[in-house]
């Protein structure tokens, strides 16, 4: 009998196959090429030898399958390479779904990309009812869409309008949601899993087809009608130029329509393309730089169950409200019983936007507690002070602190610009305090800066990273310094877009500019969504310890009380939230010279920080500056772009606008080693 080194083959009495997939010296399962072809030789044999059923189950206790190998996408060097992967496993998947007998993928945990796409290729679906279960087509955060075969049996078994929001969105989704859409037959707790899929095997169903409304999402006539729908819609968050993905997924749906076998083959050749894109290239080294920065979470195995918030302000609200939603008990106070109040609305909003069943909000705000009087700090296994960012409040709050926490509870940090050794000389054990300096809005905000001070031990660093990681967050080993690294780098960036808007250039022109570059937000519009009081007290801080000049205007603004969009005025006026739309005004300076003034003041930061061993290398920055700020993930991040544009180039552009505009584009001491490296 032939063993196979990724998949197990059990065959029980009544002559059902099981078939296992559990992908050797990996503690996920990913559809490799070498797991792809031992599929395709059991498939052959199933095809020789029919048993009387086959379920697909995985091995692994993390989940079903977590896609296709995206570390083999970097080996891919030309379109023939590309396309014969796929091809090679949209063939295997066809002859899955021919076998003439019934098949059941058995799903528990992560089934996405690759893994859902063999899924839909079975002729059933069996999922674990329970949070962890969560099924996608996430392809299109790669710079690709479904090439397996998944785009076509998608909108064949839930119809075009949300299959396409899956494939578009990259979302995932419960198993009681797939089950509600059709995407699986059954959701069913572990204790029935099993024979819930004898019980298909045994009486097979006929299969079930979406409405007929649905089905005509799909009929030539409204192809082309719904597809400029779609892209409409896609169009507002990923530009055609930087993200071609979403736009070939629908053009080839419109052209052959899932319907036709034809899409099959349009779907392969669309992906052979993209996958070779820059596009695609920087969207995987994002992946990588996503996977690099939950490993620094992995290290440390401390299980934490409370958490403990000090400041109920917007941020320290937040981060106890996310904390709650992660799991946690979590105490959050304040001066008074007024100060947090604000907190707890702001927490049951979020609740009521995570939590579709009633019994989870309930539950999530049992675990949110209002505590003004410290009832639970001491029971607290991380304490994290979000007060005012001034240190003196600060280092009279953790010298009181010190005596009433738990010995191995962690001591944290949400500055956001005052070094911990400053801080530290309060404690009488200082190597017990830690940076955990959070972004807002902090349910959006994937990174987590963990902050080490010169005396932070080890051991302590290595838990807060942990604790971000048990959060959802990814945390980043920072070292303490001025602004650490997204608040560093960003500030001059900030400073620049002010200094142009006192030139005259309008902030539409400037937000333009840097969106057009591929920026989630303009700076001025950022600013003014940060709040201009908060980026006041940054730049001060900032330019006391690193140099530099804050603008007059921004210091204008706050005294005037005109902070943003909390305040109704800022820089833009808002109404509703919403910027109030002005008269277009033309700008003294064309787009190409504010994009270059706005970049290259950030580029040049980064070198700074780098230089410095803010972060331990370049790829850290890139980590950084896209998980904290949403900086253009298709470029791969600020130095990997200042790679590609060309480090002689951009330190001959700092030069020249050193001399027309003076010593705040004046190149680090940085470049020097950077030129050194990149030759």
Request: aromatic fraction near 6%; charged fraction near 25%.
């Amino acid at each position: 009998m032939t063993t196979y080194r990724h998949w197990r083959l059990e065959t029980d009495g009544e002559g059902f196959a099981w078939l296992h997939f559990d992908h050797a010296d990996a503690s996920t399962n990913v559809l490799s090429s070498e797991a792809l072809a031992e599929l395709g030789e059991l498939i052959d044999r199933f095809h020789r030898h029919l048993p009387r059923g086959l379920v697909i189950l995985s091995a692994k206790s993390k989940g079903f399958i977590a896609g296709a190998d995206v570390r083999e996408f970097t080996r891919i060097e030309n379109r023939r390479q590309a396309l014969d992967l796929i091809q090679t496993a949209q063939r295997h998947f066809h002859r899955l779904e021919r076998l003439p007998c019934p098949t059941i993928a058995r799903i528990h945990g992560f089934c996405l990309g690759g893994g859902l796409e063999l899924a839909l290729a079975c002729h059933y679906r069996v999922a674990l009812e329970e949070p962890g279960t969560r099924l996608g087509v996430p392809e299109i955060r790669l710079g690709i869409h479904p090439g397996f075969g998944g785009s076509v049996r998608l909108i064949r078994r839930i119809g075009a309008p949300k299959a396409f929001e899956m494939m578009l969105s990259g979302r995932t989704i419960d198993a009681r949601t797939a089950r509600r859409l059709g995407l699986v037959d059954h959701a069913v707790p572990e204790r029935h899993l099993d024979r819930a899929c004898r019980h298909l095997l045994q009486h097979p169903p006929r299969r079930k087809r979406p409405a007929w409304w649905l089905r005509l999402s799909d009929t030539a006539p409204v192809r082309p009608l719904f597809a400029e729908l779609l892209r409409r819609q896609v169009v507002k968050r990923a530009p055609p130029k930087h993200y071609p993905a979403p736009y070939a997924l629908i053009d080839l749906w419109q052209r052959h329509g899932a319907g036709s076998d034809a899409m099959f083959e349009a779907e392969a050749e669309s992906v052979a393309d993209l996958i070779l894109t820059e596009t695609s290239r920087n969207l995987v080294r994002v992946f990588f730089l996503r996977e690099r920065l939950k490993g620094h979470g992995r290290k440390d195995k401390t299980p934490f169950e409370q958490a403990h918030v000090i400041g109920a302000g917007v941020m320290g609200g937040d981060i106890a409200a996310w904390c709650s939603v992660q799991g946690l008990k979590v105490g959050i106070q304040d001066r008074a019983p007024e100060y947090v109040a604000p907190a707890v609305q702001r927490a049951w909003r979020l609740f009521a936007r995570k939590f579709k069943r009633g019994h989870e909000r309930t539950a999530a705000g049992d675990r949110f507690i209002p505590d003004p009087k410290s009832l639970q700090l001491g029971r607290a296994d991380v304490v994290i002070e979000a007060i005012i960012e001034n240190l003196e409040a600060k280092r009279n709050l953790f010298r009181d602190l010190e005596s009433s926490v738990k010995s191995d509870a962690l001591l944290a940090t949400n500055t956001s610009s005052i070094p911990l050794e400053e801080l530290a000389e309060a404690l009488r054990q200082p190597e017990r305090l830690v940076g955990l300096h959070f972004f807002n809005p902090v349910a959006k905000m994937q990174l987590v800066e963990v902050v080490r001070g010169v005396r932070t031990s080890e051991a302590c660093a290595a838990k807060a990273a942990a604790f971000a990681h048990r959060i959802g967050k990814l945390p980043l080993p920072v070292r303490s310094a001025p602004g650490f690294l997204v608040n560093r780098v960003l500030m001059p960036y900030l400073m620049e877009a002010v200094i142009m808007l006192e030139e005259g250039v309008p902030a539409e022109a400037i937000d333009h500019a840097a969106t057009d570059f591929g920026m989630p937000m303009g700076p001025i519009l950022l600013a003014d969504t940060v709040g201009l009081d908060i980026c006041l007290a940054v730049a001060d801080i900032l330019s006391r310890q690193l140099g530099g000049e804050v603008p007059t205007l921004l210091r204008e603004k706050v005294s005037a009380k005109q902070l943003g969009r909390k305040t109704g005025k800022g820089f833009y006026a808002y109404k509703r939230g919403k910027p109030v739309a002005r008269k277009h005004a033309e700008s003294p300076l064309p787009q190409e010279a504010i994009e270059e003034r706005l970049i290259l003041r950030l580029l040049n930061e980064c070198v700074a920080v780098l230089g410095e061993k803010v972060v331990e290398d370049a790829d850290l920055v890139d980590a950084g500056m896209i998980f904290g700020t949403g900086f253009a993930p298709f470029r791969g991040g600020p130095m990997h772009y200042l790679k590609k544009r060309g480090i002689e180039a951009c330190l001959n552009r700092l030069e020249a606008l050193t001399q027309r505009y003076g010593e705040r584009f004046k190149p680090d001491k940085g470049w020097e080693g950077l030129k050194c490296v990149g030759q």
